[in-house]
């Protein structure tokens, strides 16, 4: 298929990720372009793990694309091209937490009255949890929100992809570099400080 | 496990992990263990709001792509452009280092042919300078008699 031209713009949809890469990497732009059509719904799904908002997805992802095509180079096409993008985009949203100042107005102190009404309910059915509905489904994920604003960018990538999107340290290994027993040690720090500031926020609540 | 706190085990894996004899282990423990309950209660709690949270995705829009493509073709007039105005901030600098290296070229060339030798014709019309036959006809200078030298002196003044 790739005879080391330009495609016809139909041929670039069927191209392989190798094929296209190294099209993109002769400067061929309408190949680049079919890289992002093809892998944004992917990096978006990263991006969403790090930020909320839209725009902040959007300038996580846009940064990530941007970073791979001046880094094509060093794609050595031994492990899938989706993973090698999704690496970039892992760190570049740890890279982007990391030189965020934290807000302050982000605390697990301040509480709405559904987080609260949502976390009362949750103490008292802990044992025998129910199909949440989607507006509670919301109020938990806003909470999360507030929790993993307090911790670091490193324990909130672990918390986020295993304990939130059940990946194994293997597959968290392979989407931020880190080592394996660096993974599991962060994991089991991150699920602690986590578990501590629930257990502060519930004696709160008991109290 | 009994005898044992769990918190351990809540905080080595994810807790949809956990296998059924690790969750009937816990819930017997919590049973006589309330700071264990706590513990539990609040690992539950922080599994299931990650969980709300990891469910929120965001989708690319169709215009997505466009947004990309035209950040790279801004980025890439930002390198030429940057280039460009580099050379209008540093072409003076450069063009009078040029000229400093051409004027020194040129003088070294001159200075280099004016010492580069003796000058063959002395003053008074003699083909050889006297310090030309004492220094630099050294090859015979043995042959000379001290009269000769003497004499070549003289007349070279």
Redesign the interface.
Known sequence: MWLGAPLLEQSYEHASDLELVSLARKGD?AA??EI??RH??RI??V???FF?R?EA??DA??ET??KA?TQFSSYEERGSFEGWLVRIATNTCINILRSAKRRPEYSISELTKEEDDW?EQ??VD??D?KQ?SVEN??V??D???K??EEVSPDDRTV??L?????LSVKEVAGMTGWSESNVKIRA?RA??R??????K???KKKA | MKNEHIINTLEQQPLNSLSDNQRIAIKTHIADCPACLNAYQAAVIAAEVLQARAGEIIEPTPFFKTRVMAALRAQQTEQVFSFASLWKTARAAVASMLAIVVILLTLNFYMGNSQSAPSEVSENGSIYSAEWVILDNGNNADDWTDEQVLSTLYESR
């Open positions: 732009e680049f372009e992002v059509r944004s719904p978006f799904r991006a969403s793990q909320r839209r997805v959007e992802a846009q694309f941007l095509y976390l949750r103490m802990v044992l949890p949440s489904q919301l938990a994920a909470l999360a929100e929790l993993l918390l986020t295993m304990d939130g999107n059940e089991m699920r602690q986590m578990r501590q500031a629930f257990e926020l519930l004696s």
